[in-house]
């Protein structure tokens, strides 16, 4: 009993100098405050200590020195719409809420930069630089909601990753704050910089537990002048992945190359009926190609002509906003549809080489045959090697220990083909026991050494990444 | 005497050891052949106690394992082209001379991938690559001798920054022996990948203190169909900063978007009497564009009207390889022709934000007023804002101390205005001292630790990016 009290008293202490250093309207520790903190896009639920709403470096400074102090876990995080549970307080303790800190420091056309806090929307981000002709491409499908905080933090990729990178390509420095509440700068808002360690690249992924952003420049691109969207039908998966591979040996580089197999075809039309998709259709391709006016064009035709040599069923293009939107809504459909034939869901999104796409997607139909009861879906970035496989179960522990199981040989195989069990999501506590599947346990040790050099007692994100 | 003579013995030992280890063939030590390895691109002698070229990663596992052992250091060295010191033996010990090692192990068209060992020389892999139609995009001016190994030790950059980006953005995996010969793996060889810490990142760029690459995996682009190559005569500096500006706010991303100053055209014009430029010409810019062929020449087109706005004297084209390399011959002659002007120079490779180049070249200019004795010539980058200035100087340990506290004085001043003192040469020993001037002390620090952390013993390349 008397640790519960003196548990609640250091928890009620803690309460307070928080209010005595951010204001009492930014600290919330009310239960029904709390919980809405306690979950994120990896649907797991643990209700944090308290949540507190940082305004400026200043009191994510001030909170992580009081945390350092009193060894109390912190859970940076933006919108929550992580798939690995990267924003979840798996061990209690503090969640700082970054949404408020969503300014745009500044964006400079002619340096090709843009400076932000960690709270805006990427999308956001995307249409404020787009107002200057200026194009940040990462383009995680959670875009409309994640903030470019979580996104450098998982190193977000997106539709836009074998054309343009991922969000690492595109940090250039970082204000960050370390456990014990320092405030360090890593680069320099320059387009080159080589002076010491690349600590900016060490932050970006790191899940949260090597420090906290609080402000980030970003590298821009001029906006492309046009894209055009195609959206193809094949009647066999074989050909819609000899098309995709054609397309890139054919010297194209799309913005998007984006495969859809037969059971999400089938989920989206139970979904939304009015995408009207021929039965005989069992694989799409949805591509958008961008860059110049002229270029597209060219691009565009060359594409066609592949497709069409690779038995396209149907072809259709898109040039402008409204009817490319019209297509893309396919791509955007399955996601909610997949819910409609079971209840459950773990989304992966391993990464092989692009060679062995088709290779990687036969051993998931050989290993679904071992689990009948379980639906599989698969759809995603083609183009950078990025599939997003959704195992769909039903209610029950046994149906979920079976998708874990059936996850385990996915991930497995993928590593023996040369992948990676996380090409864009991160690993969060969602992934950690998978981890030592890849990452051997030399590189682990050095990854948990860097870890304790930055966060000694452990206070930043803990339970993430690494297995306890 | 004593010491003298057990040192002389441990060296014999060591050098009998490495024989047995790595064939008696692949050891020098007599003075003829270690002086060819004491120097390297930035000019100084350090004479090693033994050369060693190995010829497999099991080669440089068991050297390293046995320079722990003995606390001897190790350096790693591709064709010592740098320009900070990264290669040349400050404390004795082995330089590992990666020449040998220079197999392109595999081209991967359809994975956009190249793996290859360190001693490979960029322009090679450039090429071989060019046979499938793919292009590594980062060029530095040593490409034609510079290895790959050099090249992400270095973090290299080059003339394809603004567009493309560095080194840093191509490489996908290492495998990199540590300080004690263990062997690891860092990343996967697929376009995406985010599991666990960023090590490929921390390994580029660590100028050889923190790991030795025995293979390295970069990421590959489809080469560009076309390039167009433009040389413009200005007859003021500002009418040629002000041209580039408004190219990158017109939307453009040139390949190649090079300045060169008053300055260097009288050195070049000294130097080669074919390359005519009008006396009144006081800048020129020289610019490449590349993509699809259509697009060349729409952009082509913008950037002459460009240029023309901004009161261009001349504008000369080249669409064919010959005629291009012809007019980038006007680049080439710039730093052999500096030597024509005073026997010794320092190359500097600052980077600033792109909106603060005038500044920091009217601040430089306000420098060399105060060291009169001294010439100067800017020239570079001006697309990625980073500029090599060059400081000439006589003969004389006087001039040498002058032209170094100018240097110290650009250096400062680029930091002030929120550049960095090294956009793509390296720190080295060069330019240890001067390190503090931009990285404060706790991001210092912690850059040390991580150092400690992989090399406890301090065998790898020491005495380079930090100073003792």
Same mark, same amino acid.
């Given at each position: ?160 990753g074998l054309k343009y990178g991922v969000t690492r390509d ?7 704050? /370390?456990?014990? =509440? %320092?405030?360090?700068?890593? $680069?320099?808002? !320059?387009?080159?910089? @080589?002076?010491?360690?690349? *600590?900016?690249? /060490?932050?970006? =992924? %790191?899940?949260?537990?090597? $420090?906290?952003? !609080?402000?980030?420049? @970003?590298?821009?691109?001029? *906006? ?172 029950g522990d046994q149906q979920k220990a079976l998708a874990e ?64």
């Amino acid at each position: 009993m008397n640790t519960t009290t003196s548990k609640k008293t250091k928890a009620a202490l803690v309460t307070e100098k928080l209010n005595q250093l951010v204001g009492k309207e930014n600290v919330f520790s009310v239960l029904e405050d709390r919980i809405c903190y306690s979950y994120d896009g990896s649907k797991q639920k643990y209700v944090p200590d308290v949540v507190v709403r940082p305004r400026s470096t200043h009191h994510v400074s001030a909170i992580l020195q009081l945390a350092h102090e009193n060894e109390i876990p912190v859970y940076p995080r933006g919108a929550g719409s992580g798939l690995t549970g990267g924003a979840v307080p798996v061990k209690g303790g503090i969640v700082l809420d970054f949404t408020p800190m969503n300014h745009i420091v500044e964006i400079r056309p002619e340096d090709l930069t843009a400076t932000v806090e960690p709270g805006v929307v990427t999308q956001t981000l995307q249409s404020e630089v787009a107002k200057y002709k200026l194009f940040y491409p990462p383009d995680p499908a959670s875009a409309p909601f994640s903030t470019i905080g979580g996104n450098v933090a998982e190193c977000s990729g997106g539709i836009t990753g074998l054309k343009y990178g991922v969000t690492r390509d595109y940090v250039l420095s970082l204000q960050v704050v /370390l456990a014990d =509440g %320092s405030v360090i700068h890593t $680069g320099r808002k !320059t387009l080159k910089s @080589v002076t010491g360690y690349d *600590l900016t690249r /060490l932050f970006v =992924g %790191s899940e949260g537990t090597l $420090g906290v952003f !609080t402000q980030i420049t @970003v590298k821009l691109l001029p *906006l492309p002048e046009k894209i055009e969207t195609l959206l193809v039908f094949f009647a066999t998966t074989q050909d819609a992945i000899q098309s995709a591979n054609q397309i890139i040996l054919n010297n194209l580089l799309p913005r998007a190359l984006e495969f859809i197999d037969k059971s999400s075809i089938t989920c989206i039309q139970g979904y939304k009926q009015e995408i009207q998709i021929p039965d005989e259709v069992d694989a799409l391709l949805l591509i958008d190609i961008d860059g110049r006016e002229t270029s597209v064009k060219a691009e565009a035709s060359l594409v066609k002509e592949i497709v069409r040599k690779n038995n396209a069923i149907r072809v259709t293009s898109a040039e402008n906003a409204q009817e490319r939107d019209a297509l893309w809504e396919v791509r955007r459909a399955i996601s909610p549809a997949l819910y409609n034939i079971a209840p459950y869901k773990i989304n992966e999104d391993i990464c092989v080489p692009r060679s062995r796409i088709l290779e990687i997607l036969e051993r998931i139909d050989g290993i679904h045959k071992r689990y009948p009861s379980l639906k599989v879906a698969s759809f995603g970035h083609i183009g950078d090697g990025n599939i997003h496989v959704n195992v769909m179960y039903d209610k029950g522990d046994q149906q979920k220990a079976l998708a874990e199981r059936m996850i385990e040989e996915i991930l497995s195989n993928t590593v023996e083909v040369g992948g990676t069990i996380s090409g864009e999501h991160g690993i969060g506590n969602v992934k950690s026991a998978f981890l030592p599947l890849e990452i051997p346990p030399r590189e682990l040790e050095i990854m948990k050494n860097i870890k304790h050099l930055l966060d000694p007692k452990g206070i930043l994100n803990p339970g993430k990444i690494f297995l306890e």
